[in-house]
Structures are given as C-alpha cells and as structure tokens.
C-alpha cells in the first residue's frame, strides 16, 4: 500500500474561508478587543454545552485559573485531581494557593478514579478537579455522588473535550463549572483561548470581574483582577469552529473507529475503550504499546514512514521536576498513571486525515509490531 501523502500530521486545524471571512469582518468593524462577538460567541458556547453562562478568557490555564478563583478556593484548600494530564490542571491549583492531592486514574479511560478520590478525602478538601483526558470524560455520575457526600465542588478540566458526552449529557455541565481551551490542536479552535461554563450565576460574575481587572463599571476597580481577556478576532473564529464542531467530531470518530478496527486483536497494542455511557470524541487516538520493543522504537520507525506520532504524556506530574521539589506525590503511588506514561502513544485522528490514510496508519502499525515481537 502506498503512503498517501509524503507526511501525516498529528494535528492539522481544520481552518477554511469561513474562518477567514469571520476575522475579516471583525478586523473592518474596528471593534478588535473584547465586545459583541465575544459576548455572542459566550452565548451560543454555553447553549452548546449545556450550561446557564460561558466567561470567555484568554487561554484553557487562565480558565481553569479563574473557575478555581471563582469558586472561592484558595490558601488552605485540596483539591484531588489526576496525576495524569497537561500540567496546567494542577498548576492551576498551586496559582490560586490551593495543594493538587493526586490520585491514581482508571487504566482503561486514563481518567481519575472515582474509588481512589474516597480514599484521598481530607478536612481540607474543597474540590474534585476531573480532566476528561483525551475526549473520554471522566465518570462525572460516580464523582457526583462522592462530592454531594462530602459538600465538594466537582469541577471540569474540558480542555480536550468539546462535546463530549457522559450519561447522556455534555462535557462542561457535568459538575459545578468547567474550563476549556481553544489552543490550536483542540477539537475547535480559536488559535489561543478559554471558556469557563457553570449554572452558578454567582461564580460566573465573579469570573467576569477577575478577568477584566476587577473592574465593575467604567474605571472602577473593586478587586485586585487580570487581563485574561478573549479578543474578538479569536470570538470570531470560535463562532464559526462551534458551528463545525459536530462535523469535526463525527470525523474524528469514524477515524478512530477505523484504527480500532484495523488494530483490533493485534497483540502487545491496546486500542482506546469507550465506556457505555460516554461518547468520546477523541482529542487524542491513544494506544498502549506493551509489546518489545516498545512504544519509543515504534514511534522512530512511524516517523521514519512520515507518520507523526505524540506522547501524551511521558510523566505521571508528580514526576516532573517542579513536583519533585515541592514534595507533591500521588496519595497512592499512582500506578497505573505511571505505568501509562511509559506506554501510551497517540497516533493521527485528526479531521484532516481521510479513511484510506487511516487505515495506511494502522497497516504500518501493524508492520512494524508483527516484525518486532
């Protein structure tokens, strides 16, 4: 079978005329900073997901920043998180003063376990922070219950997630608010930027006033606030990329639908579960290479073939230097997150990559694990 094209991305934005035409008509209104685009673009994303209100911000951290600001946690607070995601999670917390207490995911989703957050409650602990890693959300039903128990904030880390779906409901009104990013490999895309979405009306407000300098009403500044705003020119993009996103997504499923196919029973490579209850909308196509010679050697003979490969992510955060001199460990040892980070591998899903790419994909795939085991 000959390789479709001389190289298959990673990631490839899916950016058109639309897009362009959009920026175009924002760059002519003479009105570039935050205004009636982004205030659109807020209405019509919280519409989308589910939520009473959307606050715009300038990126997927300063989101998760201000959602955890907003939600009153801060000096003092634990909020129990994965130890397996972008660091930005639990950087976010160390931002607002607040201690990441990690522990261990499910191995099949990568997500955080609900049974191992039980074992990690303290007096202390304000929040659940659940990433829902890769585009499979996270068992916000079970999470739910245990922070309902305990009079606990669940909140979203949605970064990877747009229209991800768990019990029939969306990713961003599962908990009491989330964060997403619009960086430019996401699902949509604005180039940078955030959203916090949330039925709190109080927690929205807040994050408003936050993300524009604390300022309520023209120069009057009633807290110490950022600059974390969204421009209208990314509002713009975003407004047309909402409107592509189900197009997308369905894309991106039917790739990993044919990857899975094409990979199934292949031995010493684990395909991506989907739980019953969840749509995955895959951010990320994520195999486990258990079979010598292992998932680096793989990846070296993929890119030779002019596949690009990621890793997604080759350390548990706890592992990371900066975690390491802070002395934060997974409560649990981690595991199963540690064992992950040596295996996982992300292969191309992207909406850019058409069926018979896909499937050339996962013929070398195979190549090179039946040559190699």
């Given amino acids: 079978m000959a390789p479709p094209r001389a190289r298959i991305k990673i990631a490839e934005p899916q950016i058109g005329e639309e897009e362009v035409e959009a920026v175009r008509r924002v760059l002519l209104s003479g009105r570039l900073a935050h205004g009636p685009v982004v205030e659109e673009f807020e209405e019509r994303f919280a519409e989308y997901v589910g939520a009473d209100y959307a606050v715009a911000t300038s990126n997927g951290t300063t989101a998760l920043f201000l959602m955890l600001k907003a939600a009153g946690i801060g000096e003092g607070d634990e909020v129990i998180t994965t130890p397996f995601t ?10 607002v003063g607040a201690r990441p207490v990690f522990v261990d995911i499910e191995p099949r989703t990568y997500n955080i376990d609900p049974d191992r957050v039980l074992e990690a409650l303290t007096p202390r602990t304000k929040a659940i922070l659940a990433v829902h890693l890769y585009g499979h959300p996270a068992d916000t039903r079970a999470l739910r219950e245990i922070a309902e128990d305990h009079h606990l904030l669940l909140l979203e880390d949605a970064a990877q997630a747009h229209g991800a779906e768990a019990y ?23 180039g940078e930027g955030g959203m916090i979405t949330t039925n709190d009306r109080k927690l929205a407000e807040r994050a408003r006033l936050l ?13 110490l606030g950022y600059n974390f705003r969204l421009t209208s020119i990314q509002a713009a993009i975003g407004l047309v990329q909402l409107e592509k996103l189900e197009r997308l997504n369905r894309a ?16 010493g490579v684990v395909t991506p579960h989907e739980e019953p209850w969840a749509r995955h909308v895959y951010h990320q196509y994520v195999i486990r290479v258990t079979a010598s010679p292992g998932r680096d050697v793989l990846r070296e003979r993929l890119e030779a073939l002019g596949i690009e490969t990621a890793v997604h992510y080759p350390r548990a955060i706890p592992d ?42 996962a013929s070398k795939v195979k190549e090179i694990i039946m040559e190699t085991i």
């Fill in 211 to 223: 993300r524009s300098h604390g300022e309520l009403g023209k120069y009057n500044h009633v807290e």
């Fill in 320 to 361: 990371q230097p900066l975690y390491k001199r802070l002395g934060i460990d997974c409560v649990d040892g981690c595991p199963h997150a540690r064992r992950a980070a040596s295996e996982v591998l992300s292969l191309p899903v992207h909406p850019g990559l058409g069926p018979e790419e896909a499937r050339w994909v």
């Fill in 86 to 95: 972008f660091i930005a999670t639990s950087n976010s917390v160390l931002y």
């Fill in 168 to 190: 029939g409901e969306r990713a961003g009104s599962l908990g009491d608010a989330a964060a997403f990013s619009f960086y430019a490999t996401k699902n949509m895309t604005t």
């Fill in 252 to 267: 991106r499923r039917r790739n990993a639908s044919i990857l899975n196919a094409e990979l199934a029973g292949l031995n």
